[in-house]
């Protein structure tokens, strides 16, 4: 099928090189130049497992091509996905400027040649298919002479869909070739149909693995769901918000473990075998961040806030990871007594490990708390050094290269980001670098014997 996705960020990416894998004709369109400049040649300007290695193999089989021409790549498609990002303003509500932009263009470029899907893969408020089905016309009519209004109603050139993304960060690829399920929003039969064919290999597992991204064991047939474009749209947002939700409640109950003097770990594993409620999401912490927990969660709060409804679970769960942050802070100074003066070192910065995106990193929020608190702060993240350092030109910290050099000098280390690379360490080394052996465990990764061992203080969080 000949396919155009328009913006070539982390969803738009990961899904060209994915179609482009399964026999696509994909152009990826991207309107930034140094980004495109660099796909162009097979460089992926962001960090993802294996994600440069797949775009090359696509690039190389030809199924896979760059462009910066929307109307050119829109004439050619006749699936094209809208993939442009929808950050956060600061009242809450997402960002729809490139949305806007890009769906007025697609509609400017549709000639009548055949019939397109316009896909949104970009997680958009409830209602926004109609409202991208609104822009599309617009761009539509203002390109061409109006039909009459009667031919118009018989043959629509396109159909809007709903198609929303799950992929995880880190392992995006493997999440696109084995999804839990795949959603698809529209109540026209014909466009349901086609995109089922698009992803028949992947409902059926019936292409052959990448080496990167092999086919998991057991992994079987996978649900392809139908429903009307609102519910699709609103999937996206309750799934991203039932996982936070998940997580806020092993926190809170975090909290609890260490008044009572219990095991949040051994808490949530008890809990997590039933498989009502399952064993993911329940890690206790520092709490989640990234570009889509917290958009997404105020994105619904907004979306209720229209009408009027209220949503005290959703508050709850911004509410507890909000205080889940600073967490750590209260530990140091449990232990440190006065934050003034002295250095702590971070263990990580991206939001989670596998990654070099710091959207909403709980590490920048500690470091500025620490900061305002009159503290030193230095930092190790094995991949986001660079990338923190030219985002946040104000953050006054101190980038170290490798563990020693991080902990010389540290009155407390805290583990952010459960980075494989920190979980068995020189403890014995690191304590000797340190001004005071103090271990605070952000995400209960690191085994408590081997760092108590090495004559070190290790405090959890819930334990
Ligand atoms: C995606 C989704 O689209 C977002 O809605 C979801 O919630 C998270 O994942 P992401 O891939 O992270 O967003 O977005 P981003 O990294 O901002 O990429 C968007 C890309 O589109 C950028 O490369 C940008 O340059 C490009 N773009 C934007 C265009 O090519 N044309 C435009 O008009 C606007
Ligand atoms: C999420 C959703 O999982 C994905 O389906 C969606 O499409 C995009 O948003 P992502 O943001 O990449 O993916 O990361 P995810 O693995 O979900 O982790 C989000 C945050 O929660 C991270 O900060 C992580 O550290 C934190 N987390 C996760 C916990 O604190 N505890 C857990 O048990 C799991």
Known sequence: MDICVIGAGYVGLVTSACLAYLGNQVIAVESNPERLNSLSQGIVPFFEPGLQE?????????????????????????????????????NGEPDLSQV????????????????????????????????????????????????????RMESPSFVVVSNPEFLREGSAITDSFYPDRIVVGSTDENAVAVMKNLYKPIIDQTFDPPSFAPRPKGFQEVPFVIT????????????????????????????????????????????????????????????WGGSCFGKDVSALMQVAKEYSYPTPLLEATVAVNERQRLTVIKKLQEELKILKGRTVGLMGLSFKPNTDDLRDAPALTIAYQLLKMG?????????????????????????????????????????????????????????????????????????????????????????
């Not at 263009?105 to 991208?132: C, E, F, L, Q, Y």
């Not at 975090?254 to 890690?283: M, S, T, W």
Request: proline fraction near 3%; charged fraction near 20%.
């Open 375 to 463: 503290a030193s702060v230095k930092a190790m993240d094995p991949v986001s050094n660079e990338r923190c350092q030219a985002l946040n030109p104000n953050l006054d910290i101190v980038y170290c290269q490798d563990i020693n050099e991080l902990a010389t000098d540290c009155d407390a280390l805290v583990l952010v980001t459960e980075w494989d690379d920190f979980k068995h360490l020189h403890w014995k080394e690191v304590a000797k670098c340190m001004r005071w052996p103090l271990l605070i465990d952000g995400r209960n990764a690191l085994s408590e014997e081997e760092v108590t061992q090495a004559g070190m203080t290790y405090r959890g969080v819930g334990r």
């Open 100 to 151: 806007m932009v890009v769906a007025r263009a697609i509609g400017s470029a549709m000639d009548g040649t055949k019939r397109r899907i316009v896909v949104n893969k970009s997680t958009v408020p409830v209602g926004s298919g109609n409202w991208v089905e609104m822009l599309v016309s617009q761009g539509v009519a203002n390109s061409q002479p109006v039909p009459a209004r009667s031919t």
């Open 54 to 90: 797949f775009v090359k193999v696509g690039i190389d089989s030809g199924f896979l091509t760059f462009s910066d021409k929307l109307e050119e790549s829109v004439k050619k498609a006749q699936i094209i996905f809208i993939a442009v990002g929808t950050p956060s303003l600061p």
């Open 228 to 287: 009307d474009l609102a519910s699709a749209e609103l999937i996206k947002y309750s799934a991203n918000a039932f996982l936070a939700m998940k997580i806020s409640f092993s926190n809170e109950i975090a909290g609890l473990c260490e008044k009572v003097g219990a095991d949040v770990k051994q808490v949530a594993q008890g809990i997590g075998l039933d498989y009502r409620i399952g064993k993911a999401f329940l890690n206790a912490g520092v709490g």
